[in-house]
């Protein structure tokens, strides 16, 4: 990991389990397995970050349960316990064409095809069926809109997102 890569948040700890430093995961992944596709984990402990490895994992009930380098009992693990995980964006796989990373969108610009500015994306929310833009808008918004949800359906509202420009078009009425 060099000095300048950003991290990226994927997953938290949550209570100890067992006597031999076994923590549970909350994983913040798509498919909750995948964190432990990333390392090494920087774990963010009384305002220190420190890079971890995870020695074994497993399934535990409807959740994960991870075993760290270093980490040997219960005490140890307790000090871990509500330590966000974060994995560098280096490690992160390259995607294809068209893809996103969520992180890659928040601040971008979003104008509607006849040029009104909409606001920025300040959020990304998953739904059953397709993400969704958190849109805040300006605070001299036309239409008096604090916030716009648009769905995150490309080639139908979501028309270009170009990350050199910082700017995404979309097929929206900005009065919606």
Do not use: C
């Not at 389990?17 to 402990?45: A, C, H, M, Q, R």
């Not at 998953?126 to 300006?138: C, I, P, Q, R």
Request: a negative charge.
């Amino acid at each position: 990991m060099s000095s300048n890569d950003e991290l990226i948040l994927v997953g938290k700890f949550g209570a100890v389990y067992g006597i031999n430093g076994w923590l549970k995961v909350n994983s913040y992944t798509d498919f909750p397995e995948g964190i432990f596709d990333y390392t090494p984990w920087v774990v963010s402990v009384q305002g220190r970050q420190q890079q971890m490895q995870v020695t074994s994992w497993k399934r535990h009930s409807n959740g994960l349960i991870a075993k760290l380098e270093g980490i040997s009992d219960r005490d140890q693990a307790q000090r871990l316990v509500n330590a966000d995980i974060a994995v560098p964006t280096s490690v992160l796989p390259a995607l294809g064409e068209g893809d996103y990373y969520w992180k890659d969108l928040m601040g971008l610009a979003v104008v509607n095809e006849a040029g009104y500015h909409l606001g920025e994306v300040s959020d990304m929310m998953e739904t059953g069926s397709n993400d969704v833009l958190v849109v805040k808008a300006n605070r001299t918004d036309a239409f008096g809109k604090k916030e716009r949800l648009l769905p995150f359906l490309t080639n139908t509202v979501i028309k270009d997102i170009n990350l050199t420009e910082r700017r995404i078009v979309v097929d929206w009425d900005p009065a919606f």
